[in-house]
């Protein structure tokens, strides 16, 4: 049974960071490409951030580069996303998705992910 669980959310003004940890059980990550994705109430599901399973590579929505960096511990099992200068429109639950073999390539549509994990709800107050 795979399980990714994040961990990391939760309350912050404008202008503050958080660090998001997704650490994977029952599967090893060493070969697969990770993503973190979030949802606003009321909204689609969107892509934040990617990694190739080497971490050579990644790529950032253009809402959040600069200020959030995706980075990975293969031997943790572990992925994380730093985001810093939070804004209010920020908040959303903060899901991390594997992909299976990834290779090095990146991926940035949900449907390309083969696990997720629950969600962890970021709140960026003004």
Do not use: H
């Not at 959040?64 to 959303?92: H, W």
């Amino acid at each position: 049974q795979v399980q990714l669980v994040e961990s990391g959310g939760g309350l912050v003004q404008a202008g503050g960071s958080l660090r998001l940890s997704c650490t994977t059980s029952g599967r090893t990550l060493s070969s697969d490409a990770m993503g973190w994705f979030r949802q606003a109430p009321g909204k689609e599901r969107e892509f934040v951030a990617s990694i190739s399973w080497t971490g050579g590579n990644t790529d950032y929505a253009d809402s959040v580069k600069g200020r959030f960096t995706i980075s990975r511990d293969s031997a943790k099992n572990t992925v994380y996303l730093q985001m810093n200068s939070l804004k209010p429109e920020d908040t959303a639950v903060y899901y991390c998705a594997a992909k299976a073999y990834g290779g090095s390539f990146i991926y940035t549509r949900p449907v390309d992910y083969n696990y997720w994990g629950q969600g962890t709800q970021v709140t960026v107050s003004s």
